[in-house]
């Protein structure tokens, strides 16, 4: 049945990103909440996201940024005390998988996810 699952996952069309970040399926919990979820996924109260769907006439932050989970992790003004260290765009899959394995990484965006100021 594991086999089964991890067939699924491998060969899916959707959660791409989450199995970029954890490709291998287990019966063990990942710890993950659900603003973990959120950030990694990227399908939240993100204006980029929001607009893609058209709940949002605008994909910009109130800063001025394009308003995506990065933008909020590394450069907005308005989340300056959780910042991490933006990574090149071809190692934005690495710098995801770290943050997801760092507790003090994942207790920063779990604060940006649920800011009231984003």
């Not at 603003?35 to 990227?42: A, N």
């Not at 989340?79 to 071809?90: D, E, G, I, L």
Request: aromatic share 12%; glycine share 6%.
């Amino acid at each position: 049945m594991l086999e089964e699952w991890q067939t699924s996952w491998k060969n899916g069309d959707t959660g791409r990103k989450i199995y970029n970040i954890m490709p291998s399926v287990s019966l063990r919990p990942t710890n993950w909440i659900r603003e973990d979820v959120i950030f990694f996924s990227r399908h939240g109260p993100f204006p980029a996201y929001l607009k893609r769907f058209h709940l949002s006439d605008s994909d910009y932050c109130s800063c001025g940024g394009i308003g995506t989970a990065l933008h909020y992790a590394t450069e907005c003004i308005y989340t300056v005390s959780w910042h991490m260290r933006k990574p090149a765009p071809n190692f934005e899959q690495e710098w995801l998988k770290r943050v997801a394995n760092n507790l003090v990484s994942r207790h920063k965006i779990r604060r940006i996810v649920s800011s009231p100021c984003r």
